[in-house]
C-alpha cells in the first residue's frame, strides 16, 4: 500500500495503476462501516484508493472540527489489512489553496434536513468531494447510505457536473445492538451510548407501522419522535419522513421514502435513517 500526500505525488501514483480505479473518501478515524465500502470497491474494481482528509470547509463554526477524532497510524494498518492499493493524505493547503474562492453550491437539495440544521455544510462537501473526484479520477466512487442526504448531493452534483464515474452506496454497518457506526460514537458516554440505539428502534417501529399499511407521513413522524423521547437523554432536532430524491416532507407515502433523524445525546449529535421500500 502506497501513501501519497501532494497532488504530484498522488498524481504519478494514480497514474501507475492499471484497469479500474475505485474511490472511498473518508475523513480517518476508521470503523468498520468505512471498510464495508473499501471491500465494494475491491469487489467492483481493479485498484483501490481511499483518501483521509478532514474537511474545515464542512464544519459549522460551532462544530467539532479540532476535537474531531484523529488516528492515521490505526486507520493506515486498517486499511492496510482490507488491501487497499493507495491512500491520499491530503493537507489542507492542498485542498484549500491560499486565495481560494471557489466553491459549489446546490440549491433545493441542500435547504432541508442536515443543510437546514448546519448551514453552508454541503457546499463544504460537494466543493472537497468534486476536487477529490478530479485529482483521483475514478470509475466509480462509494459512499455510504449512513449519510443519506450526503448520497442525494453527491450523486446531483457528479450529474451536473458530468463527472465521468459511478456512485456506488453502501449499506449503513451497525453496531450489534443497532447502533450505526460513525467515528462520533466515541464522544458518547456509558448512558449516552445505552440509549443511543433508540435511533434504529424508531426507525424499525416506523417500518413495521408502514409495512402493516401506514401512509400517513405524519402518523410515521409521531411514532419515531414518541419511541424516541421513550429516553430521556435524547434531544431531537428533528424527525423527517421525505421524499427520497427531492428530500421534500411528505403527506402521504407513494412510493417509498427517506425517514430520518438528527438526535443529540448529550453534546453529541448522531444522524440516522433508512428507506423504506
Ligand atoms: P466519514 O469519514 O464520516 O466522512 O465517512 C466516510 C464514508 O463512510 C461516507 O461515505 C459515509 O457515509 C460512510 N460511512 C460512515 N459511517 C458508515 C456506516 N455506519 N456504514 C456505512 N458507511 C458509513
Not at 492542498?94 to 466553491?103: A, E, I
Amino acid at each position: 500500500m502506497k501513501t501519497v500526500t501532494t497532488l504530484s505525488e498522488l498524481r504519478a501514483a494514480r497514474a501507475a495503476l492499471a484497469g479500474t480505479v475505485g474511490f472511498v473518501p473518508t475523513m480517518g478515524y476508521l470503523h468498520a462501516g468505512h471498510i464495508s465500502l473499501v471491500q465494494l470497491a475491491k469487489r467492483d474494481c481493479t485498484s483501490v484508493i481511499v483518501s483521509i482528509f478532514v474537511n474545515p470547509a464542512q464544519f459549522g463554526p460551532n462544530e467539532d472540527l479540532d476535537a474531531y477524532p484523529r488516528d492515521i497510524p490505526r486507520d493506515l494498518q486498517m486499511l492496510q489489512e482490507a488491501g487497499v492499493d493507495l491512500v491520499w493524505l491530503p493537507t489542507p493547503e492542498v485542498m484549500y489553496p491560499p486565495g481560494f474562492q471557489t466553491w459549489i453550491d446546490l440549491d433545493e437539495i441542500t435547504q432541508p434536513l442536515e443543510g437546514g440544521m448546519r448551514p453552508g455544510h454541503f457546499r463544504g462537501v460537494a466543493t472537497v468531494v468534486a476536487k477529490l473526484f478530479n485529482a483521483v479520477g475514478p470509475d466509480k466512487a462509494y459512499f455510504g447510505q449512513k449519510d443519506a442526504q450526503q448520497v442525494a448531493v453527491v450523486k446531483r452534483m457528479a450529474l451536473d457536473l458530468n463527472f465521468p464515474l459511478d456512485i456506488v452506496v453502501g449499506p449503513t454497518q451497525r453496531e450489534a445492538d443497532g447502533l450505526a457506526l460513525s467515528s462520533r460514537n466515541k464522544y458518547l458516554s456509558e448512558a449516552e451510548r445505552a440509549a443511543a440505539p433508540v435511533l434504529q428502534r424508531a426507525l424499525q417501529a416506523a417500518q413495521v407501522a408502514y409495512a402493516a399499511g401506514e401512509r400517513s407521513a405524519a402518523a410515521l413522524r409521531a411514532l419515531m419522535q414518541q419511541t424516541i423521547e421513550y429516553e430521556p437523554t435524547a434531544r431531537i432536532q428533528y424527525v423527517s419522513c421525505a421524499h427520497p430524491l427531492t428530500l421534500q416532507e411528505l403527506d402521504t407515502i407513494t412510493e417509498g421514502a427517506l425517514l430520518s433523524m438528527a438526535v443529540y445525546f448529550g453534546k453529541t449529535r448522531l444522524i440516522d435513517n433508512v428507506i423504506l421500500d
